[in-house]
């Protein structure tokens, strides 16, 4: 797979998630994706590691019923052969409360005949944790 | 600069970062960086946002004071003209009680004039928070 390639389907995959076109994200998904969120599961269930398509969509899902997606801006996007990594600054309302939580989003993308099969985020999971539960976590 | 440019230069300053190397890692940081590490600075004082080379090379002795370096290794490193982007694995012998913290560490890095210009860091900050700590957070 080109630069241009690679470029150019990350760029759908994320236009897709932006919009919340999960039937145009499923398809940008390839069948044994290899993903982990690097958070908290006691806080965020939908983080850790996910394998398989329907695995990942479910955990899509789980995020979609607690936080309403407000913005994914993807800042930086790096591409190199058939890898990308972006950081995105991205606002999130917690369902449940209203608020919005701000987050920046580094995420590690590998792509396999066409499609997402490797996906790793990180984020500062501590300020994360604190601005979901809405309070200081005591140390 | 040229992609090979920039491997070459960000392979070189990890070299020099994970041999100690301080003096050859303050001649490829660039007078006017701009550095940020995403975690709590209640936990981790050397965290936050730092601005010129004599500020990040302060933070990197404040990380030497706490912790020593046990293996740093760079499994992901993606680059796009004058950036990179790199997944590691990395583990810190924390010297106040020589416990041994492992943490993957995702960094973005711009270079100008060959020198480093702009760091990200992230990492899973409540897990390193917990690792620091040697006990649970309460939520």
């Known amino acids: 797979m080109s630069e241009g390639d690679t470029r150019a389907i990350v760029r759908e995959l994320y236009d897709a998630y932006g919009r919340r076109d999960f039937e145009r994200v499923a398809a940008l998904i ?72 701000r987050v920046r989003i580094a995420s590690f993308l590998r792509l396999q005949d066409g499609r997402l099969v490797e996906y790793r985020e990180f984020i500062d999971s501590f300020d994360a944790v604190e601005q979901a539960l809405g309070r200081e976590l005591q140390l």
Request: hydrophobic fraction near 55%.
């Open 30 to 101: 390839h069948d044994d994706i290899d993903w982990v969120i690097y958070a908290p599961m006691s806080v965020f269930p939908f983080a850790g590691p996910r394998r398989g398509r329907a695995a990942v969509l479910a955990a899509m899902a789980e995020i979609a019923k607690v936080f309403a997606l407000e913005a994914y801006n993807p800042d930086v996007m790096i591409v190199d052969a058939d890898r990308a990594a972006l950081m995105s600054v991205v606002s999130y309302r917690q369902r449940a409360t209203g608020r919005v939580l």
